[in-house]
């Protein structure tokens, strides 16, 4: 499978700054990204899809201006979440797509824990 | 769309009996069907996939499920767990296609114990 990485593993931040978290594909081609984000002991929430070279599709609920997508390269997507607050405090993750007719499967970075003082 | 549906929150077990972790899903097109499993504090890992084919998956780490389409269900299985099988499992599916979303169930906590 695909090994993704992200950076960094953990932030701490001050509220109403923000914070750009990286996703890199290191040994595939990925034309498609997912964005999660998790709560303590929940599930993985979708917020986006991230295609490169092209805006993001953004879930319902989730502010497009407030969770900046970049997915500039086959290799990097970026989440920013710009003027963070207390309540953004949350795990995120990315994954990438294999996009392969028939071989659909999705492959997970080890997230980022993101705390927003 | 589809929804996942795991209704064991927590599954607590000794360390070598025989675990089986449910997942019910539901859908009006055809699905390739996953189980993720989740150590803390880190991203999920593949544990099998359905995608067509043999409707028994056998995975990494002694898993395997089995998928059945009249029951809508695809349950994780493994003969004898270890301690270090301790984890959030994830059940999720996916409307057959390229690079289509994937759809979690809300988890299922595997507690082993001696």
């Known amino acids: 499978g695909a090994v993704v990485s992200q950076h960094p593993s953990w932030v701490i931040c001050k509220s109403g700054t923000s914070v750009k978290i990286e996703c890199r594909s290191l040994d595939f081609q990925a034309t498609t990204m997912f964005w999660y984000r998790q709560f303590p002991k929940q599930s993985l929430m979708l917020m986006a899809t991230?295609?490169?070279?092209?805006?993001?599709?953004?879930e319902q609920g989730v502010e497009k201006d407030k969770f900046l997508i970049n997915h500039a390269s086959l290799t990097l997507s970026t989440l920013t979440v710009t003027s963070a607050h207390p309540e953004d405090s949350s795990f995120y993750i990315c994954?990438?797509?294999?996009?392969?007719?028939?071989?659909?499967?999705?492959?997970f970075g080890p997230g980022t824990r993101l705390t927003v003082l | 769309a589809q929804s996942v549906t795991q209704l064991d929150s927590q599954v607590p077990v000794f360390e070598e009996a025989p675990v089986e972790l449910r997942c019910n899903y539901s859908?009006?097109?055809?699905?390739?069907l996953f189980w993720y499993v989740q150590y803390p504090n880190q991203g999920l890992q593949l544990l099998l996939k359905y995608l067509s084919g043999s409707t028994l998956v056998k995975g990494i780490n002694g898993f395997e499920a089995e998928f059945n389409k009249s029951q809508t269900s695809f349950h994780l299985r493994k003969p004898s767990v270890h301690i270090s099988d301790t984890a959030e499992y994830f059940c999720?599916?996916?409307?057959?296609?390229?690079?289509?979303?994937?759809?979690f169930g809300t988890g299922t906590r595997l507690q082993v114990t001696l």
């Open positions: 999720a599916v996916s409307g057959a296609g390229t690079a289509s979303k994937l759809t």
């Open positions: 994954s990438v797509s294999s996009g392969a007719v028939g071989t659909d499967t999705q492959y």
């Open positions: 859908s009006s097109v055809s699905v390739y």
């Open positions: 991230s295609n490169e070279g092209s805006k993001a599709t953004y």
